[in-house]
């Protein structure tokens, strides 16, 4: 596609649940990334894919916290029994890896946790 | 202390006036710098980035990075209400296709 898609755009879910976020990230781009925006506090790293290689997870705050990337495309960001604290912009980007500088990013999945 | 600070503002200046964006940073090692402006609703948009030390310009926008004080700063000329947005300072340890370390972000304001 032209950019990064991102599904959905607002999600609002009860406390406890599980939700998913998706991600298509632009064609050709082999390295995807989410981030965390929360009010105040800037872009928070959360997991990195790139190609066939192990996802760097380093900046998932906790276990509830999953991704994975099916066929070196589209992404999900799953998030388990959620709780107030995990109300955020959700952000996905995606890049080349080499040659090619800088991240585009989508829209973002505007978390509510009720 | 965090690994980037920057101002959040909010900054607000007249139409035509120059602005003055600034973030420090800690860690040394860093060696790729970015601006990122941030529309309401939108995912940020890349605007300039420069590696190591040294000035960059482009169009309205300069973008100055002085690694021997760790601070980065991005100026915009002839201001316009369009550039009213949200700028993130970015940086890396390595060529951008890695994790980046976002300031907090400086809203602006520019009125017509």
């Known amino acids: 596609g032209a950019g990064v898609s991102q599904s959905p755009s607002n999600k609002v879910t009860e406390k406890g649940k599980d939700v998913e976020l998706r991600c298509d990230p632009i064609?050709?781009?082999?390295?995807l990334y989410w981030y965390r925006q929360s009010l105040g506090q800037g872009l928070e790293f959360l997991i990195y894919?790139?190609?066939?290689?192990?996802?760097?997870k380093s900046g998932l705050p906790s276990d509830r916290f999953s991704a994975e990337r099916t066929g070196g495309s589209v992404s999900t960001l799953t998030i388990q029994r959620t709780q107030q604290e995990d109300s955020a912009v959700y952000l996905c980007?995606?890049?080349?890896?080499?040659?090619?500088?800088?991240?585009?990013f989508g829209s973002g999945t505007r978390l509510t946790v009720v | 202390q965090k690994e980037v600070e920057q101002d959040p503002g909010p900054l607000s200046v007249p139409e035509g006036a120059i602005v003055s964006l600034n973030c420090t940073y800690s860690?040394?090692?860093?060696?790729?710098f970015m601006w990122y402006r941030q529309y309401s609703r939108k995912g940020p948009e890349l605007l300039m980035y420069?590696?190591?030390?040294g000035n960059k310009e482009d169009g309205r926008f300069t973008a100055q990075v002085d690694k021997s004080s760790k601070y980065i700063s991005l100026f915009i000329r002839d201001s316009q209400p369009s550039d009213s947005a949200t700028y993130l300072c970015?940086?890396?340890?390595?060529?951008?296709?890695?994790?980046?370390?976002f300031g907090k972000g400086t809203k602006l304001t520019v009125n017509p």
């Open positions: 064609s050709g781009h082999t390295a």
């Open positions: 894919f790139q190609g066939n290689s192990a996802p760097d």
């Open positions: 420069t590696y190591s030390s």
């Open positions: 860690n040394s090692a860093f060696q790729y």
């Open positions: 980007a995606s890049s080349f890896l080499s040659g090619q500088f800088g991240y585009t």
């Open positions: 970015a940086m890396s340890l390595q060529g951008g296709s890695e994790k980046l370390v």
